[in-house]
């Protein structure tokens, strides 16, 4: 039969394991949403918060494409801004 105190120390680890694993959960999680945004003399594809572009294109149907095609992958949104740079739609892959 197993000791009082050991029964207490497996008790401890569980209760350990299971705080650690619900704090890590609430780590925000990345942002996949793609935005379509006027780039020089084209458009590009970037991903939200990046500074980097994901790629350019001379159209913007072909950059909203490619856009659509990385949201539906990641379950994210597609963002498409107007030459001006005002959001002209969202498009909800999630």
């Not at 095609?69 to 949104?77: F, G, L, P, S």
Request: aromatic share 8%; net charge positive; proline share 1%.
């Amino acid at each position: 039969m197993a000791k009082q105190s050991d029964s207490h120390s497996w008790l401890q680890i569980i209760k350990e394991l299971v705080e650690a694993y619900f704090k890590s959960s609430k780590k925000t999680t990345r942002t996949w949403h793609q935005h379509v945004v006027p780039y020089d003399e084209g458009w590009a594809v970037r991903r939200e918060g990046n500074k980097r572009i994901t790629s350019k294109h001379r159209k913007q149907s072909t950059a909203i494409n490619k856009a659509k095609t990385i949201a539906k992958r990641r379950k994210a949104d597609v963002i498409i801004h107007r030459a001006s740079g005002g959001i002209r739609e969202r498009i909800s892959y999630d």
